[in-house]
């Protein structure tokens, strides 16, 4: 077995890697106060930004939910890696040369995730490569005749796969990937005659997460006698989930989250022919329906705050299409932004569009959007006798639900006159039918209460929060200061912060922080502030990983740093203040002549001799 990673390589990969650039490529940051960024938190569903990020720190803390950690840690829960894996594809991503306690190398053995990137990626390139051959001629007809040339289908990684059973499978054995790794990929299968390429004789697209590394694969179906279906895609594996996938979010997600605009199209093709003619937000799901794991992931990457944003549908005009529509619609709700649907002409999906009219009419589709809400209104009333009374009541019925759902003020009322212009019908007969919907929706019963014999839910532990602490300027100096200290310690003259953390404070959970702080040792070394906060007591933890997260009242980090000082220097005064009231009580139960009396008078000389100097420094 390989020995553990040297610990100096651990912490100078973490010393050289910035942990925004890793969030970041997950969710969308905004700057938030003197070296903090925000977004929306991925490990747990929000609708306002409570998840900071502290660059020069390494350090992340969610407000809603209390999760927190070093880039290490984030890694590990958003991708399900080991420490090591962790470890080793940061070092991969700076090119640092890792070494191990017994001078072997990274273990390669398993099907870990970290090797089945490698397959994927492996794979990819196989794919790309034969897509030149004189095989894939079929390949790159069909690719032509969809408007896409050798430099598009490059863009994208599209490639080939031949048609015999093991090509793919002698290709990557032969780099040295085991039948284990390569069917725990999903990129083989397994038969009565052993493993054979699951993909054969067809044009290939890489399905690629987030971050841009390759998990899976979309495969169309190219010739008359494939009897398989006409798309097939990887199989769920470790790194591959195709109801939290999203085609082309890796090349998207930077426009996505400048314009805070999305594009959901059906297909991989549309998704080249939406980029191709400059809608670049756009992205498609991989084999399945759009749906909540979906929303969560563009929410994220949306940086999803406000109203400001628009998620825009694309949506064949068939049953299919209406279907798909009407589910979309019941899960758009969990968007902030505005939702809409675009359609094109004659029913044209956008890689069709395009090749019929050009980029710029798939650029008008997309622009010629309308309110998801009006989509779904039609939709609703499209196959009513609008022409006859019965008619008439018969769509009102099946749409006022749609409105009273509707919970903008603003919005509710608008929409309930557009609905009447589309019925022809009076506005407070519409206004009333839409009241009544809503109080059905609301008198829906709850769910069952639990039974009475079931054992009782275990209490939530108590989280002490900085929103919890008393509104006392002792408590404010203390938090602020310890604040400063974990954001902006480096950068402290030494003595002067060592002498301000040994200080003991007053409030309790305060005081346990401060421990931590004191007990880090190096505070010049990388990431000593969160290991810091890893080491606090419970239940004080949670309350030290807000301190280091939390937006420091400072404009600029010059200003930071000089405020930090100055609260390191009102502690101290406040301890030499304690220390004098409690040596002037003193000096009045013993005799002035004693021993004990003059060496309190000579304490207290040195006492204001150190506040003259501290107020001096200031």
Partial sequence: MPGRIRQADVEEVKARTNIADIIGERVAL????????????????????????????????????????????????MDHVTFTEAVERLAGRIGYQLTYEDGGAAPEGGAGRTRLYAVNSAAAEFFRGQLSSPEAETARRFLGDRGFDAGAAAHFGVGYAPKGWSALHTALRGQGFSDEELTAAGVVSQGQRGVYDRFRGRVIWPIRDVTGQVIGFGARRLYDDDKGPKYLNTPETAVYRKAQVLYGLDLAKRTISREHRVVVVEGYTDVMACHLAGVTTAIATCGTAFGADHITVLRRVMGDDSAAGEVVFTFDPDAAGQK???????????????????????????????????????????????????????????????????????????????????????????????????????????????????????????????????EPEPEPVARVTLAGLPRSAEVALERDALMGFLQFGHRLDRELLVRAVAQPFRHPALEAVRRAVAEAGDLDRAGWASEAVGTVREPFRGLGAELLAADFPALTDNEAVASTADLARRLLLRALDTEKAELLGAVQRVSPESEQGRAIRVRLRQLDQERQQIIADR
């Fill in 30 to 77: 905004k700057p938030a106060g003197v070296g903090s960024m925000k977004g929306l938190c991925p490990f747990h569903d929000e609708r306002s930004p409570s998840f900071n990020v502290r660059p020069q720190a390494g350090f992340y803390h969610c407000f809603g939910c209390g999760e927190s950690g070093d880039v290490y840690s984030f890694l590990r829960a």
């Fill in 324 to 454: 798909a529509a009407l589910r979309a619609f019941a899960d758009a709700k969990r968007f902030n932004a505005q939702t809409y649907v675009a359609t094109g002409p004659e029913g044209l999906d956008p890689c069709d569009l395009r090749l019929a009219r050009g980029d710029a009419a798939v650029r008008s589709m997309v622009e010629e959007k309308m309110p998801m809400v009006e989509f779904v209104i039609d939709q609703r009333i499209g196959g009513f006798d609008l022409a006859s009374v019965e008619g008439r009541v018969g769509a009102l019925r099946q749409a006022a639900p749609v409105v009273a759902e509707l919970r903008d003020p603003l919005l509710q009322p608008e929409y309930i006159r557009v609905l009447a212009r589309r019925l022809g019908m009076d506005t407070e007969d519409v206004r009333r039918e839409v009241e009544r919907a809503g109080r059905a929706e609301n008198r829906r019963p709850a769910p069952a209460p639990r039974p009475s014999g079931d």
